[in-house]
């Protein structure tokens, strides 16, 4: 879907008088995308799934050649290959931050919900609060065993806590995805003001058969 969007983005700014505002565009689609994901559960549809995360492909093919485009834009021919490796690297270092905040934010979520349930429950021992310090515990099968294992020694609903830690998980991936709206929405209103294209003159052809 990124290289669909691509190239719609690459057909369409040579025939629009603003080509600039062909960002700002996908930066919409992308909030439609993301307003979506924010809505799944467990009983979404794998069709739809996919379908959601191609309108967010195909956004983002709107977003990332125009920034490269819009930065070169901005400068001369002779700073165009800076401009062009500074948009990478700010573009990678952006990328690194956004996801390590994103893992924080589900992170916390869901040790959020199981310090709850965990209080709730009045389980104090230290072996199984260690267990839930890491949403690791419900992709790793030792640990899970492990998990049974104390369950069987104290009396507790082993199964019931990891759901309600997936519970908590599933809360904090939609909050982490309502925080990427916000950003969006902080997009969508700075894209509004990017400089327009400036777009290379047709050279003048003289007449030389005189």
């Known amino acids: 879907s990124v290289t669909i969007g691509s190239v719609v983005n690459g057909r369409l700014i040579p025939r629009l008088a603003h080509p600039e505002r062909l960002f700002s565009y996908g930066v919409i689609v992308l909030f439609f995308g993301l307003g979506m994901l924010a809505t799944v559960t467990a009983t979404t549809a794998h ?3 996919m379908a959601i995360f191609a309108v967010c492909g195909f956004s983002l093919g709107f977003q990332l050649p125009n920034l490269t485009l819009q930065i070169q834009a901005s400068v001369g021919k002779a700073d165009q290959g800076a401009a062009s490796a500074l948009i990478q690297t700010l573009r990678t270092l952006g990328s690194m931050f956004g996801a390590s905040l994103a893992g924080l934010v589900v992170s916390l979520g869901f040790t959020r919900g199981s310090v ?3 209080a709730q429950e009045g389980i104090h021992n230290a072996e199984v609060l260690q267990l839930f310090e890491s949403p690791q ?3 790793r099968a030792a640990d899970q065993e492990t998990l049974m294992h104390l369950a069987q020694q104290q009396g507790f ?3 019931h ?4 830690a997936r519970v908590g998980l599933v809360s904090g991936i939609h909050q982490a995805f309502l925080g990427c709206l916000v950003l969006v929405v902080m ?3 700075i894209s ?4 327009a294209f400036t777009r290379p003159q047709k050279p003048v052809e003289l007449d030389v058969s005189a």
């Open 116 to 118: 709850s349930t965990l």
């Open 157 to 159: 609903d082993a199964v």
């Open 187 to 189: 997009t969508y209103f």
């Open 47 to 49: 069709f739809w799934l």
């Open 161 to 164: 806590l990891l759901e309600q």
């Open 137 to 139: 515990l419900l992709v």
């Open 192 to 195: 509004r003001h990017l400089p």
